[in-house]
């Protein structure tokens, strides 16, 4: 899957720098509408902040592996007060030739279930988790876009979803109608409600 990208990417001596055109007021008709859902209003600030508390407070590190959310679920966590002592990062492999390279999706597995499904979700989280020896790792695929590989099964605003800490995993496949932006923002809240439940609720045992 492909994406069309609002960053102009420059690569010097092997370090990639993102550009972007200074926005001012008098631009702001013209801004694309998924600048505004950065800042997340389906966020529930208060859950968010709760997650970080509880991921701070007990020494874990969180990492992120994005294809649909392509970085805006690491925003998320990155505006979130106490991000330094447990957010590690994200890796954003929107692409299926990312998910290979950087996170040893295999071939087979992609051509079998495709990019979105539930079979990779799964493996992207496992992956990223072992790669950066985090203690806790959510994946994310989905469809906010029609494209080729929509269908009846999986249509536009599908989403899976995989938590992965200690010894277990929490899968979730999760619709959302709307505009791809209300999708991803969608996604990404329902993400931060699922941990949510699961930190709250003592799901998480070491092993």
């Not at 008709?29 to 950065?38: D, I, N, Q, T, W």
């Not at 994200?90 to 030739?97: E, K, T």
């Not at 999706?105 to 496992?126: C, F, H, M, P, W």
């Not at 929509?150 to 109608?177: D, Q, W, Y």
């Amino acid at each position: 899957m492909v994406g069309c990208s609002p960053f102009k990417i420059s690569f010097a001596s092997g370090i990639a720098t993102c550009i972007t055109r200074a926005v001012t007021s008098s631009d702001k008709e013209s801004r694309p509408k998924f600048l505004y859902s950065m800042y997340n209003p389906k966020i529930n600030k208060e859950k968010l902040a709760y997650c970080g508390a509880h991921l701070a407070n007990n020494k874990l590190k969180l990492i992120l592996a994005e294809s649909m959310t392509a970085g805006s679920l690491g925003l998320t966590f990155s505006l979130e007060k106490q991000s330094g002592d447990y957010f590690l990062g994200s890796i954003v492999c929107y692409h299926d030739d990312m998910k290979i390279q950087s996170l040893q999706i295999d071939k087979d597995l992609l051509n079998s279930y495709g990019g979105v499904s539930a079979e990779v979700t799964r493996v992207l989280a496992k992956n990223v988790k072992d790669n950066y020896q985090a203690d806790l790792a959510i994946a994310v695929t989905g469809f906010a876009f029609d494209c080729k590989e929509t269908s009846v099964e999986k249509p536009v605003g599908t989403v899976f979803m995989e938590i992965c800490f200690a010894n277990r995993s929490v899968s979730k496949k999760l619709h959302f109608a709307g505009a791809a932006e209300e999708i991803i923002a969608a996604a990404n809240a329902a993400i931060i409600d699922e941990l949510y439940e699961i930190l709250k609720n003592n799901e998480w045992t070491e092993i």
